[in-house]
């Protein structure tokens, strides 16, 4: 069974403030993959970034960076300098290797970034 | 526009009656995946299709529910004898499967929000 926890249902910042969002993730698959979504008013779920379970380098692109932890199976998601533009649901999800590709999604955490 | 597409983007319906979706995939993917979201909550999966064979169903699709991808191409999600919980935002993905460069990376399209009343 795969489950994913965002802990965070609602978070709200002022701009330029940087914020993290939590994601917790439960599999038995040794292998397996993270991503993060975003989905923005209009409703379309937007790719983020994806990681598989045997690389848990830091990644950075722009003001978001992740930071994926094995040892407490953790994904979190952080946006430095918060801008307006970033308010939106966020989900993590897991795919397991013999989950045949489906992905499990946390239950999201709105942020609010306030000019 | 080469991202998923579906249709409609909006339908109401009355309880008891039929509705259908479309989903288009990106043309190059060979999997296709149909996924249900309700308010304040993060997508659902249902089912999902390589090419033209369903090789999985969550046990969210009732006897109601049939999704056919019958070449490989374009899915459709039909819920019969709709029911109020069956009001939410039907979304569709598609990708390349596991493999490729791409591992299983899903683009996702609009939804269908259904609303029965």
């Known amino acids: 069974a795969q489950k994913v926890t965002q802990a965070q249902t609602e978070i709200s910042v002022v701009e330029k403030e940087d914020v993290t969002l939590d994601c917790v993730y439960e599999t038995r698959d040794t292998t397996y993959y993270l991503f993060w979504y975003k989905q923005p008013p209009s409703g379309e779920l937007v790719f983020l970034i994806r990681r598989n379970s045997f690389d848990e380098q830091n990644e950075i692109s722009g003001r978001y960076s992740w930071n994926f932890q094995k040892s407490t199976s953790s994904f979190n998601f952080t946006i430095t300098a918060s801008q307006v533009v970033d308010s939106a649901v966020y989900f993590c999800a897991l795919s397991g290797i013999n989950a045949g590709n489906m992905l499990t999604f946390g239950g999201g955490t709105r942020l609010m970034v306030k000019p | 526009d080469t991202g998923v597409s579906q249709d409609p983007r909006h339908k109401i319906t009355k309880r008891g009656q039929n509705v259908t979706f479309r989903c288009d995939p990106i043309s190059e993917h060979n999997r296709l995946y149909w996924y249900r979201q309700t308010l304040g909550q993060g997508p659902e999966f249902l089912t999902y299709?390589?090419?033209?064979?369903?090789?999985?169903k969550s046990r969210l699709l009732s006897d109601r529910f049939s999704a056919e991808r019958p070449k490989g191409s374009f899915s459709t999600l039909e819920i019969q004898r709709t029911e109020q919980g069956d009001s939410a935002m039907y979304l569709c993905?598609?990708?390349?499967?596991?493999?490729?460069?791409?591992?299983?990376?899903?683009?996702f399209g609009p939804g269908t929000r259904l609303t029965v009343l």
């Open positions: 299709f390589q090419n033209e064979a369903q090789l999985e």
């Open positions: 993905a598609s990708s390349l499967s596991p493999g490729t460069s791409v591992h299983n990376e899903q683009f």
